[in-house]
């Protein structure tokens, strides 16, 4: 079981940029899958970025490619979601997730961290 702690979120003005961490901890915490999701009010969990163990495979959803860039230093355990040119759709809260397997799908990443609100004036 791997345990996933994410910091970073805040309030932001439209255009600003924020930087998200995910720090795992746990047996092989550095050689998963990791995912950033969010989930806006009343609406469901969506993939955002994903990153494989090493970096090798990155997928960007749609919405935020050219404007979101994911990395992560497996010596710090640690993934990164560097937030550029935000929009107020993206307000959310953003949640990290570890799978086993390279994967975008919600239902294959089994560990979840406890979120961190992004909220983006106008």
């Known amino acids: 079981q791997v345990q996933l702690v994410e910091s970073g979120g805040g309030l932001v003005q439209a255009g600003g940029s924020l930087r998200l961490s995910c720090v795992a901890s746990?047996?092989?915490?550095?050689?998963?899958?990791v995912g950033w999701f969010r989930q806006a009010p009343g609406k469901e969990r969506i993939f955002v970025a994903g990153?494989?163990?090493?970096?090798?495979?990155?997928d960007y959803a749609n919405a935020v490619k050219g404007r979101f860039t994911i990395s992560r230093d497996n010596a710090k355990n640690t993934v990164y979601l560097q937030m550029n040119s935000l929009k107020p759709e993206d307000t959310a809260v953003y949640y990290c997730?570890?799978?086993?397997?390279?994967?975008?799908?919600?239902?294959?990443?089994?560990?979840w961290g406890q979120g961190t609100q992004v909220t983006v004036s106008s």
């Open positions: 746990g047996r092989a915490s550095n050689t998963y899958t």
């Open positions: 997730a570890a799978a086993t397997h390279v994967t975008t799908d919600p239902g294959a990443f089994g560990s």
């Open positions: 990153i494989s163990w090493l970096g090798g495979r990155i």
